[in-house]
């Protein structure tokens, strides 16, 4: 099986045709409905978050599970795939996390069919 990088163009897609695949993916893997629903989450994003995945599938990222992305930037990049369908941006974040801010790089990409985004996460 082949490595996929972090901010890979197709990781979407290949996710779309190999979903089992976000389980080894190297960093953390989120997806979500329109509504902010997570609808898988990864081993690697459990690990940095310290959550077990099971537990938070069927919550919403940003009021259960993560209210410090609620933020113009976070958010906002959201609302767009929201509103659109369509998001693919990559960018810096800093996560409010045990009192410390956690750096990570924000790789927010939708699904081929504009149902769903990734939220693919590393840690910088």
């Given at each position: 099986?082949?490595?996929?990088?972090?901010?890979?163009?197709d990781?979407?897609?290949?996710?779309?045709?190999?979903?089992?695949r976000?389980e080894y993916?190297?960093?953390?893997?989120v997806?979500?409905?329109?509504?902010?629903?997570i609808l898988?989450?990864?081993r690697?994003?459990?690990?940095?978050a310290?959550?077990?995945?099971?537990?938070?599938?069927?919550?919403?990222f940003?009021?259960e599970?993560?209210?410090?992305?609620?933020?113009?930037?976070?958010?906002?990049?959201?609302?767009?795939?929201?509103?659109?369908?369509?998001?693919?941006?990559?960018?810096?974040?800093?996560?409010?996390?045990?009192g410390?801010?956690?750096?990570?790089?924000?790789?927010?990409k939708?699904?081929p069919d504009?149902?769903?985004?990734?939220?693919?996460v590393?840690?910088?």
């Amino acid at each position: 099986m082949e490595i996929i990088p972090f901010g890979s163009a197709d990781l979407d897609n290949i996710l779309a045709r190999e979903p089992q695949r976000a389980e080894y993916l190297p960093f953390g893997a989120v997806l979500l409905d329109r509504t902010g629903t997570i609808l898988k989450y990864n081993r690697a994003e459990g690990g940095i978050a310290n959550r077990n995945p099971a537990d938070v599938i069927g919550k919403n990222f940003f009021n259960e599970i993560a209210p410090c992305a609620k933020g113009k930037r976070f958010h906002g990049e959201f609302l767009r795939f929201h509103q659109t369908g369509q998001v693919n941006v990559m960018f810096d974040y800093k996560f409010a996390y045990k009192g410390a801010n956690v750096g990570v790089k924000i790789h927010m990409k939708s699904q081929p069919d504009g149902q769903s985004c990734w939220l693919f996460v590393k840690r910088v």
